[in-house]
């Protein structure tokens, strides 16, 4: 599979957020991950009557780009993303390529400034848990593994971006395919 992460931020995301999702990508996976190009989110994705993004109209785009044999590319919004069968989806991926939000993972108790510390850990999380699928993980039945699929941040928050053993085990294999 991948040896290459290519990390696309759409729109205006904070630099030290993709670095550390960077730096995070090529510890879990053991593979080179750089920041490719700023890319604009389609227009097309967006759903007037939902008021979101359509992830997998975003994931196509990103899929679209030239790249190399062997990467994997992972985009990072700021728009709210949803599938057709989901109120929201904090992320989705498929083969190749793998998007996430931040929209969702920002909130913040009302009145209360957004938690930056937060945020990156949950960016982090999101980033992880999408690439995983990336290298044909399915979605963990233990709650405490990266691969939980969670519904809402306290699932997140909860599941932290570590694999389980089981998990691991099966990334390592899928990796030395």
Request: charged content about 25%; some cysteine; aromatic content about 8%.
């Amino acid at each position: 599979m991948s040896d290459n992460v290519i990390i696309h931020p759409f729109g205006r995301i904070d630099q030290h957020l993709v670095e550390s999702v960077r730096y995070a990508v090529e510890q879990r996976f053991r593979v080179k991950a750089s920041v490719g190009s700023r890319l604009e989110v389609p227009a097309k994705a967006f759903s007037r009557e939902r008021g979101q993004y359509h992830s997998t109209v975003i994931l196509q785009f990103l899929s679209a780009i030239p790249g190399g044999e062997g990467e994997a590319r992972l985009g990072i919004l700021n728009v709210d993303l949803y599938v057709p069968s989901l109120n929201f989806v904090f992320g989705e991926a498929s083969t190749r390529v793998a998007v996430f939000s931040l929209a969702r993972l920002r909130w913040a108790p009302t009145g209360r400034k957004p938690d930056e510390a937060a945020l990156l850990r949950r960016a982090i999380t999101e980033a992880v848990h999408e690439l995983g699928h990336v290298w044909g993980l399915r979605h963990c039945t233990r709650r405490d593994c990266v691969m939980w699929f969670s519904n809402t941040l306290g699932e997140t928050d909860r599941k932290g971006s570590e694999f389980c053993k089981r998990c691991a085990q099966e990334l390592l294999a899928s990796r030395s395919c």
